[in-house]
Structures are given as structure tokens and as C-alpha cells.
């Protein structure tokens, strides 16, 4: 059983800056494909980014060249950094780790992109 747990989110001006971590205790992190996902309101969940065991990167396309994710095996950790960010961006974001058929969420954490 993996644990996921989400932070660095709050609140920040359109072309702001924020760094979102996910700390994953519990399981072998280094095996797992970590994700990012968002869910804004009244929307359903989409997928933001994918960082794989073996650290190929893929990002949706409104976010590419904006955000970035990586993966620290040593710390059990994967970051989401978030450039150049948009009021469209607001959201919940949810940390995932997957292997084959098994999957495992963190709780979330709010990003708010407001003036």
C-alpha cells in the first residue's frame, strides 16, 4: 500500500510560480509511473503530467513548456513546478502513482491562480 500525500499549493497571481510535491511512503517509489492530475470545479478529473520509472516525461498540451515534473527516488518525491501559471489552472491537484493494473491517489492540494 502506497501513500501519497500532496503540498505546496495556495494561492498566486496569473504568471506566478508554484512548486507542488508529492511524498510517497510506504511502497517501492522507484517502480511506480508518478503523474500529476487536476480537477477544477465542476470538471471532471484530467490528467496534467506523467514522469515514468524510467523518467521518460509527457505533459498535457496546454501545460507543456509551463510546467515541469520530476521524480527525487531518493526522497520518495515527485515535484510539479509551475511557471508562467493561468487563472485556467485553478484547480485540485492530485498526485498518482501507478504500476500495470495498480493505482494510488494522494488527497489533493488547491492551486488558486487569482488576481
Known amino acids: 500500500q502506497v501513500q501519497l500525500v500532496e503540498s505546496g499549493g495556495g494561492l498566486v497571481q496569473p504568471g506566478g510560480s508554484l512548486r507542488l510535491s508529492c511524498a510517497a511512503s510506504?511502497?517501492?517509489?522507484?517502480?511506480?509511473?508518478m503523474g500529476w492530475y487536476r480537477q477544477a470545479p465542476g470538471k471532471q478529473r484530467e490528467w496534467v503530467a506523467v514522469?515514468?520509472?524510467?523518467?521518460?516525461?509527457n505533459y498535457k498540451y496546454s501545460v507543456k513548456g509551463r510546467f515541469t515534473i520530476s521524480r527525487d527516488n531518493a526522497k520518495n518525491t515527485v515535484y510539479l513546478q509551475m511557471d508562467s501559471l493561468k487563472p485556467e489552472d485553478t484547480a485540485v491537484y492530485y498526485c498518482?502513482?501507478?504500476?500495470?493494473?495498480?493505482?494510488?491517489w494522494g488527497q489533493g492540494t488547491q492551486v488558486t491562480v487569482s488576481s
Open positions: 498518482n502513482a501507478r504500476r500495470e493494473t495498480i493505482e494510488y
Open positions: 510506504g511502497g517501492m517509489f522507484s517502480i511506480y509511473d
Open positions: 514522469i515514468t520509472s524510467g523518467t521518460s516525461r
